[in-house]
């Protein structure tokens, strides 16, 4: 069993930033991060390999980063230029496997319990 937790969520103005950390309690191979807004099914929105490979979602691209640090088993997200639309619960994955990216949540089994963003106009 792997467990997995977020911190860092928060309320902000459109145009701002956050940054969302994530742990694991053992070593995984893929990581990443999906988001679900009220009413919306759970998108992904980036995922990285051990190895660093990273994919992002076209929503995002330009505007959010994804790293890892494979000595800590921790996950990172930096948001920059926060947009409403990204208002939603954020949710860290992890695979003990390898996973290509992209990779749809089926691929993930171990799941946080998901941290609010919330983003005003």
């Known amino acids: 069993q792997v467990y997995v937790a977020e911190t860092g969520g928060g309320s902000v103005e459109t145009g701002g930033s956050l940054r969302l950390s994530c742990v694991a309690s053992?070593?995984?191979?893929?990581m990443g991060w999906f988001r679900q807004a009220p009413g919306k099914e759970r998108e992904a929105v980036a995922g990285?390999?051990?190895?660093?490979?990273?994919d992002y979602a076209d929503s995002v691209r330009g505007r959010f980063t994804i790293s890892r640090d494979n000595n800590k088993n921790a996950l990172i997200l930096q948001m920059g230029a926060l947009k409403p639309e990204d208002t939603a619960l954020y949710y860290c994955?992890?695979?003990?496997?390898?996973?290509?990216?992209?990779?749809?949540?089926?691929?993930?089994?171990?799941w946080g319990q998901g941290t609010q963003v919330t983003v005003s106009s």
């Open positions: 994955a992890a695979n003990p496997s390898w996973v290509p990216q992209p990779a749809a949540a089926s691929e993930y089994k171990y």
């Open positions: 990285i390999t051990m190895a660093g490979t990273k």
């Open positions: 053992h070593k995984t191979s893929a």
